[in-house]
């Protein structure tokens, strides 16, 4: 069973900085695609970024683009999302979810870190 621990929430200022990590354990090495997803209040779950465990090839929504910047330490099984010029509508709870390769739908799930903008 794959368990994913993300951290690095909080509370910062409009155009501040905030690092979410995600951990991976029980499993990890069956992990093709980490993702990074994010529900603001009152709102759906949106796509925020994913990256292949292997080889590291990155893919970002448009309201990532350009802010946000996803990457790996494949020692520690951890994925990290660097997040720069932060906006008061980029507040959400933060998951981080992981899938197995051949398969589109994100499997294995964390509990979420609270990321809130003030501005």
């Known amino acids: 069973q794959v368990q994913l621990v993300e951290s690095g929430g909080g509370l910062v200022q409009a155009g501040g900085s905030l690092r979410l990590s995600c951990a991976a354990s029980?499993?990890?090495?069956?992990?093709?695609?980490v993702g990074w997803f994010r529900q603001p209040p009152g709102k759906e779950r949106e796509f925020v970024s994913r990256?292949?465990?292997?080889?590291?090839?990155?893919y970002y929504a448009d309201s990532a683009k350009d802010r946000f910047t996803i990457s790996m330490d494949n020692a520690k099984n951890t994925v990290y999302l660097q997040m720069n010029s932060l906006k008061p509508e980029d507040t959400a709870v933060y998951y981080c979810?992981?899938?197995?390769?051949?398969?589109?739908?994100?499997?294995?799930w964390g509990q979420g870190t609270q990321v809130t903008v003030s501005s």
């Open positions: 979810a992981a899938r197995r390769a051949g398969s589109t739908t994100f499997t294995w």
């Open positions: 029980g499993g990890a090495s069956n992990i093709y695609t």
């Open positions: 990256i292949i465990w292997i080889g590291g090839v990155t």
